[in-house]
Each structure stands twice: as structure tokens, then as C-alpha cells.
């Protein structure tokens, strides 16, 4: 049986990924493409055809960065890594916000709990104290 050629190898795997992804099997593509980066990782065209198939921003940055190494006057690709990368530090800053809000909203709880303590302390010394004012009046009397 004679081996076939990386070459070879990697256009039959590119075609296949197509012919699955074409077929609505995205993750058969992905395995096949992905197969076929590891043989040609300098190969522009696999990571194109990856960037189809890849589900997380974070899988889809890897690959818009190894798309823009090889090919570093792809605008389409800075363009999407550039989205990507906004849309993330929205992502990121909205996240902060939401987190200074609970620390907020943590702190005027705090707040609230221990003036609520101190009244009560305070609504019980004053009636303590009105207590032994008013029995030190009965018995006075």
C-alpha cells in the first residue's frame, strides 16, 4: 500500500472537511480541518476554513491571530479579530460594572444591617433607661 504525500494528504482532508461541513456536519469539518492545520499549520486556507466551524471567541482569536501571522495584510481578518476583540473588553468592562454594583449594593446592606443593630440597641437602652426612670419616680413617690 503506498503512502500518500502530506501534500496530498492535506488537500484530501480540506476536501473532505468541505464536503462534511456542505453536509451540515460542522463538527466532522472541524476534526478533518484541524487534522489538516497539524500537517500544514502555515497553510492560510485551513484556518479559514476553520474560522467556519470554531464555536468561542477564544478558539475564533487563535485563529483570526494565525490567519493575520501568515497573512498579515488580511483585513478581513483584522477586522473580525478586531470585533472580536471589542466585543470582548464590552464584555469584560459590562462584567466590572455589574461586580462594582453588587459590591454597592453589599456594602449599603452592611450599612443598612448594622444601623438597624445600633437602633435597636439604642430603642432598648432608652428603654431601659426610661424604665428606671419612671420605677426611681414610682418609688420616690
Avoid at 460542522?26 to 497539524?38: G, Q
Wanted: glycine share 4%.
Amino acid at each position: 500500500m503506498s503512502q500518500q504525500s502530506p501534500t496530498s494528504r492535506f488537500t484530501d482532508l480540506m476536501q473532505a472537511g468541505r464536503v462534511a461541513y456542505e453536509a451540515g456536519k460542522p463538527k466532522a469539518a472541524h476534526d478533518l480541518w484541524k487534522e489538516a492545520a497539524a500537517l500544514e499549520p502555515y497553510n492560510e486556507q485551513v484556518w479559514l476554513a476553520l474560522l467556519d466551524v470554531l464555536q468561542t471567541d477564544d478558539d475564533r482569536r487563535v485563529c483570526l491571530q494565525n490567519i493575520i501571522a501568515i497573512n498579515p495584510l488580511n483585513v478581513q481578518a483584522r477586522r473580525q479579530l478586531n470585533r472580536i476583540d471589542a466585543r470582548l473588553q464590552r464584555e469584560k468592562l459590562q462584567q466590572q460594572a455589574r461586580q462594582r454594583q453588587r459590591l454597592n449594593w453589599l456594602r449599603q446592606r452592611r450599612r443598612l444591617f448594622v444601623r438597624a443593630i445600633l437602633l435597636g440597641i439604642a430603642i432598648g437602652l432608652s428603654g431601659v433607661f426610661f424604665g428606671l426612670v419612671i420605677s426611681i419616680l414610682l418609688y420616690a413617690l
